[in-house]
């Protein structure tokens, strides 16, 4: 039963089973209450269930009909409400930057088009209103850009470009990075092939990763990440929500991953996360997931 409460998701099976086989043995759940410290506390004559612990096992209910709802969902509808619920429900803004950098430039005009039907704004104003921090410029440009998505790249501009990059790092320094419009102007609509190859030359003439000299900046580094290795971002991010100790919100993140990259490049980020990790995605998922949530996750991410 224990096994059942524990880690992403609940145990719908082992539940339901306790129920039928506890049925005349009330004993049995005053020893599972016992046995909880964390979840039940004595209060009185009786092991009061933490408010806490009542508000985790919803959520936790909740994770497989989520899933299940997001799954179903037009792609452009999905990204639209996790924006919406970025700017209005304090939820970290890295989700923004993901949506506007990892998806196509059609995929991303998608949302904003779902965006104004759903919520009767734009994506971009309400980005503008909401985002009060120094990198506000930098995520409306992300939002409303629309990238060419061509194989073309002027290799001498990708060249200045990372010099442009490597001049502003030195001279404005990461904390004011955000603020430069050369970067934003960069960063913001350049396809995604000229950036990688941009970044490819800010390695060779600065003898390391742009990342690296990014410091502690994490939009700026967020956005890098996003356009140069979508694949790899990911991983880092499932990573995360994997670990022991997550909160709600990181742990919310494996969710929105599986269900948004599926059917785009779920075989490349588990290579990615292989890679990373020395470990396959889908037993490490298998060994920190429970019941039907557990079972949709596998079914998503392909065994």
């Known amino acids: 039963m224990g096994q059942g409460l524990g880690g992403l998701g609940v145990d719908e099976e082992a539940l339901v089973s306790a129920l039928g086989k506890w049925r005349h043995q009330p004993e049995k759940r005053a020893q599972l209450r016992k046995s ?63 949506i506007a950098c990892t998806r196509s430039s059609e995929e991303l005009l998608g949302a904003r088009i779902a965006y104004h039907a759903l919520f009767h704004r734009s994506l971009e104003e309400d980005v503008a209103y909401h985002v009060r921090e120094n990198f506000s410029n930098l995520l409306v440009g992300l939002v409303s850009a629309y990238r060419y998505e061509g194989d073309s790249i002027n290799e001498e501009m990708a060249k200045s470009e990372a010099k442009t990059l490597g001049t502003a790092i030195k001279s404005a320094g990461v904390r004011n990075l955000v603020e430069n419009g050369e970067v934003i102007r960069i960063l913001t609509t350049r396809s995604k092939p000229h950036l990688r190859v941009t970044f490819k030359y800010y390695r060779e003439m600065y003898g390391k990763s742009i990342e690296e000299d990014l410091g502690d900046e994490l939009c700026l580094q967020e956005t890098v990440q996003c356009l140069d290795s979508p694949p790899k971002y990911f991983s880092k991010v499932m990573d995360e929500t994997l670990k022991d100790g997550a909160d709600k919100n990181t742990k919310d993140a494996l969710t929105r991953v599986i269900v948004s990259r599926a059917d785009v490049d779920m075989e490349e980020i588990k290579a990615a996360y292989h890679e990373q990790y020395g470990a396959q995605l889908e037993d490490v998922i298998a060994m920190k997931t429970l019941g039907n949530y557990r079972d949709a996750l596998l079914s998503l991410v392909g065994q």
């Open 36 to 98: 909880f410290a964390g979840f039940f506390t004595a209060d009185g004559g009786f092991e009061r269930f933490e408010d806490d612990y009542i508000h985790y096992l919803k959520i936790e209910f909740a994770r497989f009909k989520n899933i299940m709802v997001l799954w179903a969902m037009h792609p452009w509808e999905r990204d639209a409400r996790w924006a919406n619920d970025v700017l209005h429900k304090a939820h970290p803004f890295d989700i923004i930057v993901e």
